[in-house]
């Protein structure tokens, strides 16, 4: 399984960007998220899509309400709506999947058996 991430850039601070992550193979029960890492801090949990076919959605605290996520079927893509960014959400963002994930687990990344190669998001003040 390869993930291929894209869309990242600068943006100034109340702007938006959408980041992609083309899923190379996928199962019904596959879930994919976002996970991002600044400089000096641990990777963060941003949101996933649980269980490919159930679409079911969820998010981290820090980006509820302005973030989305969601997904294109036939491309086999999902996208990472980020709105109203703020200069702390600068870092590198990952898209990361995985076919054994259960809900309890879903924010941790070691859940997690495929990444690709992380998107740089920079947002200035």
């Known amino acids: 399984v390869q993930l291929q991430a894209s869309g990242g850039g600068l943006v100034q601070a109340g702007g938006s960007l959408r980041l992609s992550c083309e899923v190379s193979?996928?199962?019904?029960?596959?879930?994919v998220g976002w996970f991002r890492q600044a400089p000096g801090k641990e990777r963060e949990f941003v949101a996933a899509?649980?269980?490919?076919?159930?679409?079911?959605?969820y998010y981290g605290d820090s980006v509820k309400g302005r973030f989305s996520i969601s997904k294109d079927n036939a491309k086999n893509t999902v996208f990472l709506q980020m709105d109203s960014l703020k200069p702390e959400d600068t870092a590198i963002y990952y898209c990361?999947?995985?076919?054994?994930?259960?809900?309890?687990?879903?924010?941790?990344?070691?859940?997690?058996?495929?990444w690709g190669q992380g998107t740089q998001v920079t947002v200035s003040s």
């Open positions: 899509i649980f269980r490919w076919n159930a679409g079911r959605t």
């Open positions: 193979l996928r199962t019904t029960s596959t879930t």
């Open positions: 990361a999947a995985g076919d054994r994930l259960i809900l309890s687990t879903l924010n941790n990344e070691r859940n997690y058996q495929y």
